[in-house]
């Protein structure tokens, strides 16, 4: 339990009004999916970002990330709302988002945040303090959002105001997401439905590499993609059957355009099939296309690297293990295995030991469960501890 009043009080020398939770997200199929219409199957994780905040009566707003101490406390004048150059950007696009859509803040406020997930390792931080700043703007200023609108105008804040190119899913899963459920979102329409999880455990295991190509990757992919799709004369790559790109995809000459637009049609047809087979309770068949997805990843999209394939090779091979498969953006960050309930306590240790010996470093191993999305906390003990609701 983290003591989030106690912290705000210490930097901002007056108790906060209120507290909330918003969850990072780990998506278990449907990569490189969301940008080019198709669907993911994300679900938000226990782990997240806190944050405590109250109004204030003039119109400055502040903010202190306890992840960031060195940056202090970041103020800034709601009239001259401006790109800082550090993490407060992200509350600040999600305000200046909030704006561009016509939502007012009548005054400012103090806003501390706490996190116990690793940023930039896939599981996105990032969206889960836009959507924990939306939440809690929500509701100090009685703002008329839903959770959907909340999860867009996080969205729109990294697109615009970040400068990120990123699809809805994270900010959608990060508001969205159902304890024990995995989400099926639409990117296209954002209709979603959920699917248990029923029984299974969830490891995450964190490569620690963050490899330095991945922004300028991400936006040749995106290219590529968008060269496919024109090429095709089809409104998104995920509105075509597996058969229907076999039938066009002769229009493609380049070779790494054809790929990538290959990947992110199976993706697309493998995330359907893996929704089935969780609902139907299909551990075994849903760790199949994990393990096909990861694949498709590291030889059709190439946005896998050395330690990614490692790990989830080895977690395929591990005793009680559905499947394993990279997960988020690629070319590091973290690797998402789906397993037997109980053989996590074999597994961590010996996916740990194996990693150690090949690269010489142990990588940060999460048990995580899938939870609900972001949400207020409501004070539970006097001595200001906060608790989910
Ligand atoms: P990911 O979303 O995969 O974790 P990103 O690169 O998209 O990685 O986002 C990471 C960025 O989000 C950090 O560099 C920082 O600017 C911001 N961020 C994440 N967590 C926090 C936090 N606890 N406090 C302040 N800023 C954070
Ligand atoms: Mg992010």
């Given amino acids: 339990m983290q003591h989030l009043m106690t912290g705000f009080e210490t930097v901002f020398h007056t108790p906060p009004e209120a507290a909330c939770f918003a969850p990072g997200r780990v998506n278990l199929i449907g990569e490189h999916t969301d940008y080019n219409g198709g669907h993911v ?71 501390y945040f ?13 969206a889960a303090l836009e959507t924990a700043t939306g939440v809690m703007l929500r509701y ?44 099926l979102l639409d990117a296209h329409t954002l209709s979603y439905q959920y699917a248990p999880l029923g029984d299974a455990a969830l490891v995450i295991v964190n490569s620690g590499v963050r490899h330095s190509l991945a922004a300028s990757a991400y936006n040749d992919r995106r290219r590529e993609c968008e060269s496919a799709r024109s090429l095709m004369k089809v409104p998104t790559l995920c509105s075509l059957t597996e058969e229907d790109f076999d039938s066009l995809s002769g229009r493609i000459t380049d070779g790494s355009c054809l790929r990538r637009a290959r990947h992110t049609v199976t993706e697309n047809s493998r995330t359907l099939a893996a929704v089935q087979a969780l609902t139907r309770g299909d551990k075994q068949a849903f760790g199949r296309l994990m393990n096909a997805s990861h694949a498709s990843l590291r030889d059709d999209f190439e946005v896998s690297c050395q330690e990614l394939d490692f790990l989830a090779e080895t977690a395929q091979g591990l005793a009680g293990v559905y499947g394993s498969r990279m997960t988020g953006g690629g070319f590091g960050g973290c690797t998402v295995s789906l397993m037997e309930r109980g053989a996590e306590q074999a597994f961590i240790p010996a996916i740990q030991e194996a990693y150690r010996q090949r690269f010489h470093v142990t990588p940060a191993v999460y048990s995580v469960t899938a939870c609900d999305g972001a949400k207020m906390l409501s004070p539970e003990h006097t001595d200001g501890a906060f608790s989910v609701t």
């Fill in 140 to 183: 100090l200023f009685s703002l008329p959002l839903t959770q959907q609108e909340l999860a867009v105008l996080g969205q729109f804040a990294e697109n615009r105001f970040i400068g990120v190119n990123c699809g809805i899913m994270d900010q959608f899963a990060s508001a969205m997401g159902k304890s024990g459920h995995a989400l």
């Fill in 41 to 111: 199957l994300p679900c938000a994780i226990h782990l997240g970002i806190r944050c405590a905040a109250a109004r204030r009566q003039d119109r400055v707003l502040r903010f202190f990330s306890r992840s960031y101490p060195e940056t202090g406390v970041i103020s800034v004048s709601l009239d001259a709302l401006h790109t800082l150059n550090c993490w407060a950007d992200y509350p600040v696009g999600v305000i200046r988002s909030f704006e561009a859509f016509g939502y007012r803040l009548p005054g400012g406020a103090d806003l």
């Fill in 114 to 126: 706490t996190s116990d997930l690793p940023d930039g390792a896939g599981l996105s931080s990032s």
